[in-house]
């Protein structure tokens, strides 16, 4: 419940997207807050720093290093169950055409590039190639294009990674320093003749995907600095529901869009997309994730990222798991 009588002021920082288009231009506003949105420019390259410096008050954030950061509780931020951004992941793995690569299977043994070991691209890529194709994520080497790092986290021991001074990801993958590369960048099709998908048939795999699991790859969530939720606890739940405001417009437009879209086919993905997924195709809150989330603290163990299970509840604000 919203109590205090003048708006509190709190800033945030997150990327433009359709869904919290009604957040940015004012349409929808968290009751008894006044945002100042500042809009990321750069991509979420910084928002680790952002967190660590408690720049801003609601910062979008990378769901891989928030997992990575449970057990050392540095952050200083608390998470609510806004996913605000989820991609699949199939078509986010790249090979070089020259190493051979066909099956996932030729992935043992090799050279992969990734951006951090703790990119949540990454996390859902290589726990997919492990669990469903049978990978065998320790006969890798991961060259990682970022040395990053949360608490006193140590790598596994089974885990050969190595980092990459000064050379772009995409700069491995081209001239063959790496033989296939986990990125969040469109690399094919066309962009370079040396680079590829490694499922070319990535949109019938992913559509199989998410019919067999129910999954659309939680990437982004928004977290809370912890001194504001101490101070202000009804202030996680006035955020969940701008945002969910934010995306019901949102929705109402992408509808309107069905016969206005500069698209050749937007109105039979939107039918198709509904067909399969409901009226919500990009869902928040605690209850309907669970699953989900689970599966992506089973990789975190898997991977290395934290030691230990945790609880799915453990990673929100107590407020926001009724919904």
Not at 155 to 177: F, H, M, N
Not at 192 to 198: A, G, K, V, Y
């Amino acid at each position: 419940m919203v109590t205090t009588e003048m708006p509190l002021k709190l800033s945030m920082t997150c990327t433009a997207y359709d869904r919290n288009q009604a957040l940015l231009n004012g349409s929808a506003k968290p009751e008894g807050i006044e945002l100042d949105i500042h809009i990321d420019p750069e991509g979420g390259q910084f928002r680790l720093a952002h967190a660590r410096e408690g720049k801003y008050d609601v910062i979008e954030f990378h769901m891989g290093m928030y997992i990575a950061g449970l057990p050392y509780k540095v952050l200083g931020y608390t998470a609510i169950p806004i996913f605000v951004k989820r991609m699949f992941r199939h078509s986010y793995i790249y090979v070089n055409r020259s190493a051979g690569i066909r099956t996932p299977a030729d992935l043992n043994g090799r050279r992969v590039g990734i951006q951090t070991w703790f990119t949540t691209t990454a996390l859902w890529a290589r726990g997919i190639l492990a669990e469903e194709y049978g990978v065998d994520l320790g006969s890798i080497t991961w060259v990682a294009q970022e040395s990053e790092s949360i608490g006193d986290w140590c790598p596994p021991s089974w885990l050969k990674l190595e980092i990459a001074d000064g050379v772009s990801q995409y700069d491995l993958l081209r001239t063959g320093e790496v033989d296939a590369s986990i990125t969040t960048g469109a690399w094919a099709p066309g962009r370079d003749p040396e680079i590829d998908f490694l499922f070319p048939n990535y949109a019938e795999l992913e559509r199989d995907y998410f019919k067999r699991t129910g999954f659309f790859p939680i990437n982004h969530v928004l977290i809370i600095k912890n001194a504001v939720l101490e101070k202000h606890p009804w202030v996680a739940m006035c955020m969940f529901d701008a945002w969910q405001k934010s995306k019901a417009l949102c929705y109402e437009w992408l509808a309107w869009q069905r016969v206005h879209q500069t698209s050749l086919w937007f109105r039979a993905l939107w039918e198709e997309e509904r067909a399969i997924a409901g009226p919500d195709i990009y869902p928040w809150g605690f209850n309907a994730a669970k699953t989900e989330l689970q599966k992506m603290m089973d990789y975190s163990v898997d991977q290395g990222l934290i030691p230990r299970m945790f609880k799915t509840e453990d990673l929100f604000h107590p407020s926001t798991l009724c919904t």
